[in-house]
């Protein structure tokens, strides 16, 4: 008897394959023991003893992989081995614990200082071992603590199920073994499900007792679009499977052709439809899925976990090559959005109780502005050096609550302009509008920036005081919430009374139905995950302004929650079955 | 100390797997190895930081070699690079 499980659709595309069960390892590094409380030879033994056994592990599972997966998957783990065999990462880590840190910490920090130049590097293969370095490391560190470090690779292409899975977990399981993805918590909008989409992969997440329901090994159905699980389906059931993962491979085939059409109704209402972007490594995917410029190019890569603050060239490099993908469109720069939750060696601050509501975002880059200064000074030098074949830039202020915060910032980029002789006309300012305040003053801030953009994810985290990465509570941050989209409504009304054009650059864009939502309400470039453009743009163009913004106005008036609101949208929309 | 530039022949430069084949040569040497690109000179012996350097496919590197037999280790080190790496050269 086969079991029926409903989750949230996350990443489309469907697949039927034996579960593989991931348990969590890894240990945030804030939580571990800065300092060791024996001798210096004591904690240098426990490090190399602990970097030892990791690479004996690893070896061994390079070995099983092989005779499993064969020798190119096994590939991947070797390389892990090499990495905890490698002597330049054991002699910082002995330099640390010779300064007095714990084993945990200095190893922690040693893969740090290789992971963070690896992440930063313009190389694909690079930067993915970077998240290669990120799975050793918390090998290492659970070894240390005592902890079961569980060896998280399927022996043959699996369902993979999980409690919850992180980046790193997810990407240290070779790509060919991975069939689709379940979570039992999450959300559409968790790192995780992200990752799943823009790697193609099937997934659905908050599936609610999951783990209760499956069994290692038994066969799981995983539909994307539509969020059905099925635990041991029946010979009919899995023909569905099939069926549906057909017809998914063929609209991939259909969608790839819209690809160097512009995004636009099909009245011709035009709607300029971006890519948000992460780091180096996300540009071909944005590129290839025909993203006309980005609505949110994120820097804090450059930042975090660098022992010294990165210099303007450092940032150049990686701003050209952005501007460059994307000749004559817009690009949007958000300058760096850190936070107590991901302090900096080079700015340090005092921890937080509650770093959501702290020193953040804007909060941060006004109180070292000479962080944001010299990123400002690598934006504008970028933007002159890629000259006018390039993309055009534009920059974006995050966690902005005020005018008065912006008014301040952009006072900032003035000044910097001044003094580096650069001309600001043609250079647009604005304010991602996050933080409720800042959305119920809309108004205020628009008239004094070229542009809005609204950062859906966290601006619903904070509405409805719901972290979205806690799946008990990440149901209730639904944007199609009639007084949710009405607050949205208000704020593109607010720009453009304003002269301000207003954005969304949230996950929320990316979804078919919500994306005309946003359209209806007046939006005027969506920026969402890479690999959802070619969806929403075909969406778009079966579909007039008009029913847009009849649809989304009924919706407000009368449905009385989010899900019903969404029934209503793809109703007189026509968009098929609402995907939660 | 000997030291010598060359050119990598091979399509993945100093990634992947070439990385690994050429700091494990390196390990071999009894004193120190280190590879220097673009003025950045990493311990030779360590693939982490051979692949911080990120080198490609035509790009030059300097190897110098210090310690016991210096000379001899370079040779061998520069024989393999220009043999490709485990890597059929590309031209």
């Known amino acids: 008897m086969s079991t029926s499980l409903k989750g949230t659709a996350a990443a489309p595309g469907a697949a039927a394959a034996p579960a593989f069960i991931v348990e969590a390892t890894a240990v945030p590094p804030e939580s571990l023991p800065a300092t060791h409380a024996g001798s210096v030879d004591d904690e240098v033994g426990r490090l190399n003893e602990a970097l030892g056994r990791a690479e004996a592990e690893l070896r061994e599972l390079a070995e099983r992989v092989a005779a499993s997966a064969g020798e190119d998957e096994a590939e991947i783990f070797e390389a892990h081995a090499e990495f905890a065999a490698d002597p330049e990462l054991a002699s910082q880590a002995k330099e640390a614990i010779k300064r007095g840190a714990s084993a945990e910490r200095a190893v922690s920090q040693a893969f740090e200082s290789f992971r963070v130049v690896l992440a930063s590097s313009q190389s694909e293969y690079l930067a993915a071992r970077a998240a290669d370095l990120a799975d050793v490391r918390d090998r290492v560190v659970a070894i240390l603590l005592g902890k079961d470090t569980g060896v998280p690779v399927p022996a043959e292409r699996s369902v993979i199920a999980a409690f919850e899975l992180t980046p790193s977990q997810t990407a240290s399981i070779p790509r060919d073994l991975i069939a689709a993805v379940v979570t039992e918590t999450g959300s559409p909008t968790s790192h995780a499900a992200i990752l799943a989409r823009s790697l193609g992969i099937p997934a659905v997440v908050a599936c609610h007792e999951l783990l209760d329901h499956i069994e290692p090994g038994v066969v799981v159905a995983i539909d994307g679009r539509s969020g059905d699980v099925t635990v041991a389906p029946d010979e009919f059931e899995l023909r569905a499977i099939e069926e549906r993962r057909l017809r998914e491979e063929e609209r991939r085939v259909e969608l790839t052709a819209l690809r160097d059409e512009p995004g636009r109704t099909g009245d011709g209402h035009r709607v300029e439809l971006a890519a948000n972007l992460g780091s180096p490594e996300d540009l071909p995917v944005a590129i290839e899925a025909g993203a006309e410029g980005s609505g949110l190019v994120r820097t804090e890569f450059l930042f975090i976990g660098r022992r010294a603050a990165p210099s303007v060239d450092d940032q150049v490099s990686y701003y050209s090559e952005v501007l460059r993908a994307f000749p004559g469109r817009r690009v949007v720069f958000r300058t760096m959005d850190i936070g107590a939750d991901k302090p900096l060696d080079f700015a340090a601050q005092p921890p937080e109780e509650n770093p959501a509501l702290g020193v953040r975002g804007i909060r941060l880059s006004l109180l070292e502005s000479g962080l944001l200064e010299t990123q400002l000074r690598a934006l504008l030098r970028a933007a002159s050096e890629v000259g006018d074949g390039a993309g055009r830039l534009a920059i974006m202020f995050p966690m902005i609550s005020t005018a008065a915060e912006f008014v301040r910032a952009k006072e900032i980029c003035v000044a910097v302009a001044r003094g580096a002789d650069v001309d600001l006309d043609g250079i647009e300012i604005g304010a991602m509008i996050e933080v409720p305040a800042a959305a119920l003053s809309a108004a205020r801030i628009a008239a004094r920036a070229d542009f809005l953009s609204i950062g859906t994810n966290d601006l619903l985290q904070y509405l409805f005081a719901a972290d979205r990465l806690n799946g008990r509570v990440s149901e209730l941050a639904d944007v199609c919430e009639p007084d949710v989209l009405s607050l949205i409504g208000g704020i593109i009304r607010a720009g453009h009374e304003n002269s301000a054009w207003v954005g969304i650059c949230g996950e929320s864009a990316s979804d078919p139905i919500v994306a005309a939502a946003l359209v209806g309400l007046g939006a005027d470039e969506l920026s969402m995950t890479r690999v959802a453009i070619p969806e929403v743009k075909d969406t778009l163009r079966r579909l007039t302004v008009e029913a847009c913004r009849g649809a989304v106005a009924v919706a407000i008036k009368e449905a009385s929650d989010g899900s019903e609101a969404r029934s209503i949208l793809a109703e007189r929309l026509d968009l098929g079955a609402p995907s939660t | ?91």
């Open chain 2, 1 to 91: 100390m000997p030291e010598r530039s060359v050119i990598l022949p091979n399509p993945s430069g100093l990634h992947a797997r070439p990385a690994k084949v050429f700091a494990k040569a390196a390990a071999a040497a009894a004193g120190e190895v280190t590879v220097t690109k673009d003025g950045r000179q990493v311990n030779a012996k360590s693939v982490l930081s051979v692949l911080t350097l990120d080198c490609h496919h035509g790009d030059e590197i300097v190897i110098r070699v210090e310690g016991d037999g210096a000379e001899g280790s370079l040779d061998e080190l520069v024989r393999l690079v220009e043999s490709g790496l485990g890597e059929e050269p590309a031209t």
